[in-house]
């Protein structure tokens, strides 16, 4: 059974910085996708960022340039380093993993999925607020 467990989330002022884990086991597959998803109050879950077993990266819009995802096979850890934090990225983040390839082609180059829909394991989740 897959168990996710997110840590390092708290609080901070804008413009600063957190790192986000994700301690993953009970899986022996050598495909993945794992993401990072976050919901704020009164909205819907939202994808962040996403990374495959290969490393391809794929992130939103939103947070491009100042969000990076990251995994450390040897330690089981997915990580999301995040920068020039802003109100607006206050929310609950959560860590997903989906077994087998999940994305799209691009311009040539592939995207893992950051759809909800596309992941079938999730964990508890982390408080991030963010204060001006």
């Known amino acids: 059974q897959v168990q996710l467990v997110e840590s390092g989330g708290g609080s901070v002022q804008a413009g600063g910085s957190l790192r986000l884990s994700c301690a993953f086991s009970?899986?022996?597959?050598?495909?993945?996708?794992m993401g990072w998803f976050r919901q704020a109050p009164g909205k819907e879950r939202e994808g962040v960022a996403a990374?495959?077993?290969?490393?391809?990266?794929n992130y939103a819009d939103s947070v491009k340039g100042r969000f990076t995802i990251s995994k450390d096979n040897a330690k089981n850890t997915l990580y999301l380093r995040m920068n020039s934090l802003t109100p607006e990225d206050t929310a609950v983040y959560y860590c997903?993993?989906?077994?087998?390839?999940?994305?799209?082609?691009?311009?040539?180059?592939?995207?893992?999925?950051?759809?909800?829909?596309?992941?079938?394991?999730w964990g508890q989740g982390t408080q991030v607020t963010v204060s001006s």
């Open positions: 997903a993993l989906v077994i087998g390839r999940r994305g799209m082609w691009h311009g040539g180059t592939w995207f893992p999925s950051i759809l909800e829909n596309d992941y079938n394991n």
């Open positions: 009970g899986y022996t597959h050598s495909s993945y996708c």
């Open positions: 990374i495959d077993s290969d490393g391809a990266t």
